[in-house]
C-alpha cells in the first residue's frame, strides 16, 4: 500500500466462487474487479465509473471474506463505517447490499496527488484519449509541416473530442495546433506540436439530501 500509481486500484476483500470442476475456490478481489469492469464496458464506455448498482455488479462470487488461520473461508460484512475507512484510504470496497447483490462501491486510483486522474473512470478515459490520438496522428507523418496540415489535424481531433462530449466523457475541451505552439524552432526540427487540455466528467460518488421541516402554509 505504498505504491502510487495513476492505473492502479487496489479492492478488498477477497471473494468465494467456484472452479470449472464446481469446486468451491477464494480468488481475489481483482478476480471480481477485471470482470464488473469488463462488464461495464459491455453497456457503456470506459469513461463511466464500474461502480455501484448500475454498473458495479459482481456476478463471479457468491460470498466475500478470506482465508482464516485454519485454512477455512470466513465471511466478511463490509459496513458503511468500514467502506468510508477503507475509501478515504484509495481501497475500493466490494460489498454485499441487501437485495442487490455484491458490487463494487469503489472507483479509486492509487494516484498520489490531488487531481481527476486519482478516479479509475478518469483514468481510463485518458488512456482511451491517448490511444485515438496516436491513431489518428500517424497518417499526418512525414506530411508537410504548414497551416493545411495543422488545420486539418486540429480538425480530426476536434471531432474525437465532440464525440466525447456528446458521450458524456468530457465537459469541454481545447485543441490548439496554429503558430503559438509550433514555432520556427520547432518546425526546423521536424516536429509538429498538437496541445490537448481536457475536462473530464466526474462521478457523483456522494448525495447530499437535506430534509428541512417548515410551518404548515410556508411552502406555498
Request: hydrophobic content about 35%; charged content about 25%.
Amino acid at each position: 500500500m505504498v505504491t502510487a500509481d495513476t492505473y492502479l486500484g487496489v479492492f478488498y476483500p477477497s471473494g468465494r466462487t467456484t472452479d470449472l470442476d464446481g469446486n468451491s475456490i477464494v480468488v481475489p478481489p481483482t478476480h471480481m474487479a477485471l470482470r464488473t469492469i469488463l462488464r461495464s464496458d459491455d453497456t457503456s464506455y470506459p469513461w463511466f465509473a464500474p461502480a455501484g448498482t448500475r454498473r458495479g455488479g459482481v456476478d463471479n462470487a457468491t460470498a466475500l471474506g478470506h482465508i482464516d488461520s485454519e485454512g477455512e473461508f470466513k465471511t466478511v460484512g463490509i459496513k458503511e463505517s468500514l467502506r468510508d475507512t477503507l475509501y478515504e484510504n484509495a481501497i475500493n470496497p466490494i460489498s454485499f447490499f441487501p437485495g442487490v447483490g455484491i458490487l463494487n462501491f469503489g472507483n479509486k486510483t492509487r494516484h498520489a496527488t490531488s487531481s481527476a486522474l486519482d478516479r479509475i473512470n478518469v483514468a481510463r478515459l485518458v488512456a482511451y484519449i491517448r490511444e485515438r490520438l496516436g491513431e489518428v496522428t500517424k497518417p499526418f507523418v512525414f506530411e508537410p509541416n504548414d497551416k493545411l496540415t495543422r488545420d486539418e489535424i486540429k480538425g480530426v481531433v476536434d471531432s474525437i473530442m465532440n464525440d466525447l462530449v456528446s458521450k458524456r466523457g468530457l465537459y469541454d475541451y481545447l485543441v490548439v495546433c496554429d503558430e503559438t505552439n509550433n514555432t520556427s524552432a520547432r518546425i526546423d526540427r521536424n516536429e509538429l506540436y498538437l496541445d490537448v487540455a481536457v475536462e473530464p466528467v466526474k462521478s457523483v460518488e456522494f448525495i447530499y439530501i437535506p430534509v428541512r421541516i417548515q410551518n404548515t402554509g410556508s411552502i406555498a
